[in-house]
């Protein structure tokens, strides 16, 4: 579809009629400067008198000027091609990830699919990689953590790549013990650059925290403050003892301070239910967003009112050329003609 960034410079288009209403150039000199000029008039019985020659306006002249005009207008105004609106999906929910490395993560107490007994964090990767392949239209960001949290993948919507690098993911590769709390507050400055409303906190720990140097429960009332909803999800044995106790009571406190869910996963298939709930109350979020791409085209106007131009001129060199070979040959053609 064409359009005009500025249409309202149509309104000097018909400035070429002024042309037309306006006087004739004048300009005084003398037709012919003789000593004899008296004597010459005498002979041949004329009288001279002041006046001038007004050169003829041309119809022809005057259309070419007017097209030439009005392409050049046209060419002011912009012309656009507006291509077919293309729509895209823009994230409005930032979705990050907290996945605990402990060394407790290494216990096989789950089966998978296959009916194989595997460790936690193979279990927790598998429905993982699940989850992330149903979030199209999130941001999704990855925190491990385990004697200190670190940032694995920044907010992406690159979903495979935080797929891959959570499966290349390792029991003890960030410490041995629990650092929930620290975690927490990596994944609150994480959110600080984000420009969403929606903003989310999947924890995911199968132990208590024995090193974060911020409680979890200060870290979730800061989070609450930066409107950061968290969910937590424990993964091992209630009843475990020691630095591998579960601690329920701080998971539980850290979901409802910040409006979230608490959830128990005792084995993997209430695990893939935990996230199967999860993937329904944090429904994603997208805006579409149309728009149609405009291609500037001012070049063809201006083409054409050059191309209009260099005929208009060729073709009056011609008539030109024509017209002054013909006098030429006029004299020739009288005397054969005697």
Request: proline share 6%; glycine share 8%.
């Amino acid at each position: 579809m064409l359009a005009f960034a500025y249409p309202w410079l149509a309104l000097l288009a018909p400035l070429p009629l002024i042309w037309l209403g306006l006087p004739a150039h004048a300009e005084r000199r003398a037709g012919l400067r003789v000593p004899f000029f008296d004597q010459l008039a005498r002979l041949s019985g004329q009288k001279p008198f002041e006046g001038g020659v007004v050169a003829r306006r041309g119809a022809a002249r005057f259309a070419v000027l007017t097209l030439v005009w009005l392409l050049a207008l046209a060419a002011l105004a912009r012309p656009q091609w507006i291509d077919p609106p293309l729509h895209r999906d823009l994230p409005t929910r930032d979705l990050l990830l907290l996945v605990d490395l402990s060394g407790s993560m290494d216990t096989k107490d789950f089966v998978d699919q296959s009916g194989q007994t595997v460790d936690r964090l193979t279990a927790v990767k598998q429905v993982l990689d699940d989850f992330l392949s149903r979030r199209k239209g999130d941001r999704v960001g990855v925190v491990v953590f385990g004697d200190a949290p670190f940032a694995l993948v920044p907010f992406t919507t690159d979903l495979e790549l935080s797929r891959a690098m959570l499966r290349d993911t390792a029991v003890g590769m960030a410490g041995p013990r629990t650092a929930f709390g620290d975690a927490i507050g990596l994944g609150i400055g994480l959110f600080a650059r984000s420009t969403v409303k929606a903003r989310t906190i999947i924890a995911l720990t199968d132990g208590n925290d024995t090193v974060s140097k911020v409680p979890p429960a200060e870290a979730a009332r800061v989070a609450k403050d930066k409107g950061i909803v968290i969910h937590t999800v424990a993964v091992g044995d209630p009843t475990a003892a020691g630095e591998d106790k579960l601690d329920e009571a701080a998971l539980k406190e850290v979901a409802s301070t910040t409006g979230g869910g608490f959830f128990r996963a005792l084995d993997r298939a209430q695990l893939a239910q935990i996230y199967q709930r999860l993937d329904e109350i944090e429904t994603r979020r997208i805006d579409t967003v149309s728009f149609r791409p405009r291609r500037d085209i001012y070049w063809i106007p201006l083409a054409g009112g050059l191309v209009l131009t260099l005929l208009a001129q060729g073709l009056q060199l011609a008539w030109r050329h024509r017209r002054d070979h013909a006098s030429a040959r006029a004299p020739a053609i009288v005397e054969r003609s005697s």
